[in-house]
């Protein structure tokens, strides 16, 4: 099993910034992916941003230019750096981890219990 804890959320003003930080613990291989989805209420949850534990990154376009996400692999944490905030990223964060046992398992994922991002208009 894979736990994450993750950290960082809170209220921030419009143009301001917040880390989250996301550390995995437990059953960790060493080839995985990690990111940020996040889910704000009645829509569904979309990617953020992830990154492989080769350090490719991969962002939506709703935060390309403010965002910026990257990893402590020896600490097994992801981290992701929000600038100039908007209303419209808030939202749960959730920090997700991807892995597979072997190359011919299956991709197993997990999932954190979330941290609230608030940013009001």
């Known amino acids: 099993q894979v736990q994450l804890v993750e950290s960082g959320g809170g209220l921030v003003q419009p143009g301001g910034s917040l880390r989250l930080s996301c550390a995995a613990s437990g059953m960790l291989f060493v080839i995985n992916t990690m990111g940020w989805y996040r889910q704000a209420p009645g829509n569904q949850r979309e990617l953020v941003a992830d990154?492989?534990?080769?350090?490719?990154?991969n962002y939506a376009d709703s935060g390309k230019g403010r965002f910026t996400i990257s990893r402590d692999s020896a600490a097994n944490t992801v981290f992701l750096q929000m600038n100039s905030l908007k209303p419209e990223d808030t939202a749960v964060y959730y920090c997700?981890?991807?892995?597979?046992?072997?190359?011919?398992?299956?991709?197993?994922?997990?999932w954190g219990q979330g941290t609230q991002v608030t940013v009001p208009s």
């Open positions: 997700n981890l991807a892995q597979r046992s072997s190359p011919w398992n299956p991709l197993v994922e997990y």
């Open positions: 990154i492989t534990s080769r350090g490719r990154t």
